[in-house]
């Protein structure tokens, strides 16, 4: 397509289009229409500038939205992580001072301080058996298996020699 035939159609466009502007270009020829070109021109860029500048401060828009919302969950993430690794410390700084008190002859306290009730504390018979200590010592195999299991061993090994 040359630059004649691109012009008609242009033309013919813009009879359809807008004839009130097509019988204005017609009338004062090629320069009212170049005018007229300029000014959609400046139109149609004022139109696209502002389209990006609206599309640039949405999508900025978002992308802020997006990382203050990333922040809060980091921050979020992080207050629970202090507050677990505070829970392990106060659980070790308790477990040392109760070890403490047990080894002084005073009663366990809780995290408030409060000395723990004798009924609340765990009976001395479900513990298990503590080694290294003369209170509690480890069973031997002997003294762990049943007396009824002996005698039947016993009844058994009796059994086997009479029938000899």
């Known amino acids: ?8 159609r ?34 149609a860029d004022t139109i696209v500038n502002a389209a990006v500048a609206v599309g640039g401060a949405l999508l900025a828009k978002k992308q ?18 202090a507050e677990a690794a505070r829970q392990d410390t106060l659980k070790l700084a308790l477990i040392d001072i109760n070890t403490k ?6 009663p366990p306290v809780d995290a408030n301080g409060q000395i723990i009730p004798s009924n609340q504390l765990p009976i001395l018979s479900s513990l298990p058996a503590v080694a290294g ?4 010592r480890q069973q031997s195999f002997f003294e762990s298996v049943p007396t009824w299991a002996w005698l039947a061993g016993a009844g ?3 059994l ?4 000899r």
Not at 14 to 41: C, F, I, K, V, W
Not at 101 to 106: E, F, N, P, S, W
């Open 1 to 8: 397509m040359n630059r004649d035939e691109a012009q008609l």
């Open 10 to 43: 242009y033309l013919r466009w813009l009879s359809r289009a807008d004839p009130q502007m097509y019988s204005l270009a017609m009338a004062h020829g090629n320069a009212a229409l170049g005018d007229y070109e300029e000014g959609l021109q400046g139109w």
């Open 64 to 81: 802020s939205d997006a990382q203050v919302a990333l922040q809060k969950k980091q921050m979020q993430a992080d207050a629970l992580a």
């Open 101 to 106: 008190r047990a080894a002084q002859g005073q």
């Open 133 to 136: 200590t003369s209170q509690y």
């Open 156 to 158: 058994v090994i009796v």
């Open 160 to 163: 086997l020699v009479v029938k």
